[in-house]
Protein backbone atom coordinates (compact mmCIF):
# COMPACT_ATOMS: atom_id res chain seq x y z
CA UNK A 1 0.00 0.00 0.00
CA UNK A 2 1.14 3.05 -0.66
CA UNK A 3 1.40 5.60 2.27
CA UNK A 4 1.37 9.60 2.36
CA UNK A 5 4.89 10.62 2.89
CA UNK A 6 5.14 13.05 6.01
CA UNK A 7 6.43 16.26 5.57
CA UNK A 8 8.82 18.74 7.08
CA UNK A 9 7.19 20.02 10.18
CA UNK A 10 5.46 16.39 11.41
CA UNK A 11 7.18 15.89 14.61
CA UNK A 12 7.72 12.30 13.96
CA UNK A 13 10.57 13.39 11.80
CA UNK A 14 11.84 14.68 15.04
CA UNK A 15 11.60 11.59 16.85
CA UNK A 16 14.37 8.87 17.41
CA UNK A 17 12.90 5.70 15.80
CA UNK A 18 12.48 2.64 18.31
CA UNK A 19 14.74 -0.62 17.33
CA UNK A 20 12.55 -3.45 15.47
CA UNK A 21 12.53 -6.18 17.72
CA UNK A 22 10.02 -8.55 16.21
CA UNK A 23 10.68 -9.72 12.93
CA UNK A 24 7.09 -10.78 12.18
CA UNK A 25 4.03 -10.17 9.42
CA UNK A 26 3.39 -6.72 10.81
CA UNK A 27 7.08 -5.74 9.96
CA UNK A 28 7.03 -7.33 6.27
CA UNK A 29 3.81 -5.53 5.55
CA UNK A 30 6.05 -2.35 6.60
CA UNK A 31 8.93 -3.40 4.58
CA UNK A 32 6.48 -3.95 1.36
CA UNK A 33 4.64 -0.63 2.16
CA UNK A 34 7.94 1.22 2.60
CA UNK A 35 9.28 -0.15 -0.75
CA UNK A 36 5.91 0.52 -2.67
CA UNK A 37 5.65 4.19 -1.56
CA UNK A 38 9.18 4.87 -2.40
CA UNK A 39 9.42 3.48 -5.91
CA UNK A 40 5.82 5.73 -6.44
CA UNK A 41 7.60 8.90 -5.34
CA UNK A 42 9.80 8.22 -7.07
CA UNK A 43 12.89 7.78 -4.38
CA UNK A 44 16.29 6.31 -3.91
CA UNK A 45 15.11 5.79 -0.07
CA UNK A 46 12.31 6.20 2.40
CA UNK A 47 13.19 5.81 6.44
CA UNK A 48 9.98 4.42 7.68
CA UNK A 49 9.60 7.62 10.21
CA UNK A 50 8.82 9.66 6.94
CA UNK A 51 4.80 7.03 6.77
CA UNK A 52 4.41 8.01 10.08
CA UNK A 53 6.09 4.60 11.49
CA UNK A 54 8.54 5.53 14.25
CA UNK A 55 10.75 1.99 13.86
CA UNK A 56 14.66 1.73 12.94
CA UNK A 57 13.76 0.26 9.13
CA UNK A 58 14.64 1.81 5.54
CA UNK A 59 14.25 0.91 2.23
CA UNK A 60 16.14 1.96 -0.93
CA UNK A 61 16.56 1.52 -4.20
CA UNK A 62 19.93 2.36 -5.95
CA UNK A 63 20.84 0.94 -9.57
CA UNK A 64 18.81 -3.08 -9.54
CA UNK A 65 15.99 -4.45 -7.33
CA UNK A 66 15.34 -2.40 -4.45
CA UNK A 67 16.68 -3.10 -0.77
CA UNK A 68 15.88 -2.63 3.12
CA UNK A 69 17.82 -2.42 6.16
CA UNK A 70 16.55 -3.27 10.15
CA UNK A 71 18.41 -1.72 12.73
CA UNK A 72 21.16 -0.47 10.49
CA UNK A 73 24.80 0.61 12.67
CA UNK A 74 26.97 1.99 9.66
CA UNK A 75 30.97 2.34 10.04
CA UNK A 76 31.94 5.04 7.76
CA UNK A 77 35.32 5.55 5.59
CA UNK A 78 36.64 8.51 3.72
CA UNK A 79 37.00 12.31 3.74
CA UNK A 80 33.38 13.34 3.68
CA UNK A 81 32.33 14.66 0.29
CA UNK A 82 29.83 17.37 -0.83
CA UNK A 83 26.98 16.54 -3.43
CA UNK A 84 23.63 17.41 -4.13
CA UNK A 85 20.85 15.79 -2.05
CA UNK A 86 17.16 16.03 -1.42
CA UNK A 87 14.54 14.56 0.62
CA UNK A 88 10.94 13.34 -0.08
CA UNK A 89 10.14 14.98 3.57
CA UNK A 90 11.05 18.41 2.10
CA UNK A 91 9.83 18.38 -1.46
CA UNK A 92 12.06 20.93 -4.23
CA UNK A 93 15.23 21.26 -2.21
CA UNK A 94 18.60 19.87 -3.22
CA UNK A 95 21.74 21.13 -1.22
CA UNK A 96 25.48 20.23 -1.71
CA UNK A 97 25.49 17.76 1.74
CA UNK A 98 28.55 16.46 3.23
CA UNK A 99 28.84 12.71 3.29
CA UNK A 100 31.03 9.91 4.08
CA UNK A 101 32.26 8.58 0.48
CA UNK A 102 32.33 5.01 1.70
CA UNK A 103 29.75 3.43 4.30
CA UNK A 104 29.45 -0.71 5.44
CA UNK A 105 26.21 -0.81 7.05
CA UNK A 106 25.56 -3.77 9.65
CA UNK A 107 21.55 -5.09 10.48
CA UNK A 108 18.91 -7.39 9.19
CA UNK A 109 16.18 -8.28 6.67
CA UNK A 110 13.20 -8.46 7.40
CA UNK A 111 13.31 -12.11 8.19
CA UNK A 112 15.69 -11.28 11.20
CA UNK A 113 18.84 -12.65 8.91
CA UNK A 114 21.65 -10.81 9.65
CA UNK A 115 23.11 -8.75 5.99
CA UNK A 116 25.67 -6.15 5.38
CA UNK A 117 25.85 -3.51 3.08
CA UNK A 118 28.81 -2.55 1.57
CA UNK A 119 28.33 1.01 -0.63
CA UNK A 120 30.27 3.93 -2.12
CA UNK A 121 28.75 7.34 -4.09
CA UNK A 122 24.93 6.87 -4.30
CA UNK A 123 24.83 4.11 -1.89
CA UNK A 124 26.73 5.14 0.83
CA UNK A 125 24.94 9.08 0.50
CA UNK A 126 21.01 7.32 0.83
CA UNK A 127 22.43 4.80 3.42
CA UNK A 128 23.49 7.96 5.83
CA UNK A 129 20.47 9.56 4.75
CA UNK A 130 18.37 7.17 5.31
CA UNK A 131 20.09 6.08 8.46
CA UNK A 132 20.02 9.74 9.70
CA UNK A 133 15.65 9.79 9.63
CA UNK A 134 15.85 6.99 12.27
CA UNK A 135 17.98 9.43 14.70
CA UNK A 136 15.57 11.96 13.69
CA UNK A 137 17.85 13.92 11.85
CA UNK A 138 17.70 15.78 8.11
CA UNK A 139 19.87 15.96 5.54
CA UNK A 140 19.09 20.17 6.25
CA UNK A 141 21.03 19.47 9.49
CA UNK A 142 23.93 18.42 7.59
CA UNK A 143 24.47 21.64 5.75
CA UNK A 144 26.82 24.54 6.22
CA UNK A 145 25.49 27.73 7.63
CA UNK A 146 25.33 29.46 4.54
CA UNK A 147 23.61 26.29 2.61
CA UNK A 148 21.21 25.83 5.88
CA UNK A 149 20.16 29.93 5.98
CA UNK A 150 19.02 29.12 2.30
CA UNK A 151 17.50 25.73 3.15
CA UNK A 152 15.20 27.32 5.80
CA UNK A 153 14.40 30.25 3.47
CA UNK A 154 12.90 27.41 0.80
CA UNK A 155 11.15 26.09 3.17
CA UNK A 156 9.39 28.95 4.51
CA UNK A 157 8.76 29.58 0.91
CA UNK A 158 7.64 26.16 -0.26
CA UNK A 159 3.90 25.71 -1.32
CA UNK A 160 3.44 22.76 1.30
CA UNK A 161 4.75 24.16 4.55
CA UNK A 162 2.48 24.13 7.04
CA UNK A 163 0.05 21.55 5.65
CA UNK A 164 -1.70 19.29 8.38
CA UNK A 165 -0.44 16.17 8.35
CA UNK A 166 -2.80 13.37 7.05
CA UNK A 167 -5.37 12.09 10.02
CA UNK A 168 -5.90 8.50 10.24
CA UNK A 169 -9.32 7.27 11.92
CA UNK A 170 -8.57 4.80 14.78
CA UNK A 171 -12.02 4.02 15.89
CA UNK A 172 -15.79 5.24 14.10
CA UNK A 173 -15.90 8.19 16.61
CA UNK A 174 -12.38 9.58 17.09
CA UNK A 175 -9.42 10.90 14.83
CA UNK A 176 -6.16 11.10 16.21
CA UNK A 177 -2.32 11.61 13.84
CA UNK A 178 -0.02 8.92 14.22
CA UNK A 179 3.24 9.81 15.02
NI1 LIG B 1 14.92 11.89 3.34
Known sequence: MIRPIRLFGD???????????????E????????????????GVG?????????????TYHV????????NPVLGLDGEQEEDDEACLSLPGLVFPTPRAPRVVATGFN???????????ELLARCVQHETDHLDGILFIDRLDKKQRKLAMK???EAEWNGEPAPEV???PHATQRIS
Open 110 to 120: MYGDPVTIEGS
Open 27 to 42: LRNLVRDLTETMVDAP
Open 46 to 58: LAAPQIGVSLRVF
Open 63 to 70: GEEPGHLI
Open 154 to 156: AIR
Open 11 to 25: PVLRTPAEPVTDFDL
Open 169 to 171: KVS
